[in-house]
C-alpha cells in the first residue's frame, strides 16, 4: 500500500520559516519525480517545487529564492524549506509522486501565513 505523509504545516508569522517532510512508502521513491503542490482556498491546486530523480529541481517563480525542494532517498522523504513566507503562501500543501503513469498524493499539511 503507498502511502505519503506530509508534516510540518502550521501557524507561522509573515517573514517565517516552516519545513514541509513527506514520507513515503509502498513505492521505490529512488526513481519517482516528488513535488509539492498547494491548494488555497477557491484556487485551483498549483505546482510548488519539483525535483527528479537525479537531483534537478524546479521551483515556481513565485517562490523562487524563498523555498527549496530536496530529497532523502535513504529516508525516502522528500521536504520543502520555505522561507520569508507571505500571507499568499497560506495553502493546504501536498506531497506528490510521479513515475510515468503512476502518480500518488499525500492528504496535505495546512499553512497559515499570518500575523
Known amino acids: 500500500q503507498v502511502q505519503l505523509v506530509e508534516s510540518g504545516g502550521g501557524l507561522v508569522q509573515p517573514g517565517g520559516s516552516l519545513r514541509l517532510s513527506c514520507a513515503s512508502s509502498g513505492i521505490n521513491f529512488s526513481v519517482y519525480v516528488m513535488a509539492w503542490y498547494r491548494q488555497a482556498p477557491g484556487n485551483e491546486r498549483e505546482l510548488v517545487a519539483s525535483?527528479?530523480?537525479?537531483?534537478?529541481?524546479s521551483v515556481v517563480d513565485s517562490v523562487k529564492g524563498r523555498f527549496t525542494i530536496s530529497r532523502d532517498n535513504g529516508k525516502n522523504t522528500v521536504y520543502l524549506q520555505m522561507n520569508s513566507l507571505k500571507p499568499e503562501d497560506t495553502a493546504v500543501y501536498y506531497c506528490?509522486?510521479?513515475?510515468?503513469?503512476?502518480?500518488?498524493w499525500g492528504r496535505g499539511t495546512q499553512v497559515a501565513v499570518s500575523s
Open positions: 506528490n509522486a510521479q513515475y510515468f503513469t503512476w502518480t500518488y
Open positions: 525535483i527528479t530523480s537525479s537531483g534537478t529541481t
